[in-house]
């Protein structure tokens, strides 16, 4: 039973360069959530899908941060010209249920370095 | 303004003791709560959790407490094992939101041998 897999685990960017990081859900999984976790800090909400409909992207810092999940399965968070406050862990998580509030399944997430 | 906090960053408990992990909320339309347990280079990975209805919600040797008044629940572990050591999330939600979590900042515990 597979869980859910984010790649590349490890991302070092050059300032300026744009990154994709990619989350594969658990199969069937309705929603899907991205976080975004600060050295020292918790996860932080930025977007959530529901099948393939961004439904919520309130938390997205930037116009520079995009995310997709187009089929309503994989979904990918892109990151423009990056800077160096963008460095943190990624976090994917995935639910079975409309909302998922009851319980997210995490992924390992994408440690991104901006240099 | 953190809406969820979690006011010790690490906690040392002896192997077989007890283990409380405690986490203030401050949005009075938070109606579930979740602990999350986090191993470097993993995930967070779901412990317990507890609806605002409730004030207990045991699952083995994890018991959450929530105090609504106070604005307050803890996790308490017991008997805390070495393997227990991990970095432990509390985290709210409201009915009102899309499901998206708010995050406390963790607390580092250790539990030794």
């Known amino acids: 039973g597979a869980g859910v897999s984010q790649s590349p685990r490890y991302k070092v960017a050059k300032r300026g360069q744009d990154v994709a990081l990619r989350c594969d859900p658990i199969s069937g999984h309705v929603s899907l959530f991205w976080y975004q976790q600060a050295l020292g800090q918790g996860p932080e909400f930025l977007t959530y899908f529901q099948n393939e409909a961004q439904l919520d992207k309130s938390g997205l810092p930037s116009d520079r941060f995009f995310a997709e999940r187009p089929e309503g399965s994989v979904s990918t968070l892109k990151i423009q010209r990056t800077q160096q406050e963008d460095s943190a862990v990624y976090l994917c998580?995935?639910?079975?249920?409309?909302?998922?509030?009851?319980?997210?399944?995490f992924g390992p997430g994408t440690r991104l370095t901006v240099t | 303004d953190q809406q969820v906090k979690q006011n010790s960053p690490s906690l040392s408990v002896q192997e077989g003791r007890i283990s409380i992990l405690n986490c203030d909320y401050t949005?009075?339309?938070?109606?579930?709560f979740l602990w999350y347990k986090k191993y470097p280079a993993e995930g967070p990975t779901f412990l317990i959790s507890i609806s605002s209805i409730k004030d207990k919600n045991e699952d083995g040797r994890f018991t959450v407490f929530l105090n609504k008044s106070a604005k307050h629940l803890s996790l308490h572990i017991v008997p805390s094992q070495p393997g227990d050591s991990a970095v432990y999330f509390c985290?709210?939600?409201?009915?009102?939101?899309?499901?998206?979590?708010?995050f406390g900042k963790g607390t580092k515990l250790s539990v030794k041998p």
């Open positions: 985290a709210a939600s409201d009915g009102g939101s899309q499901g998206n979590l708010i």
């Open positions: 998580a995935s639910s079975l249920v409309v909302g998922g509030r009851y319980e997210q399944y």
């Open positions: 949005n009075s339309m938070f109606d579930y």
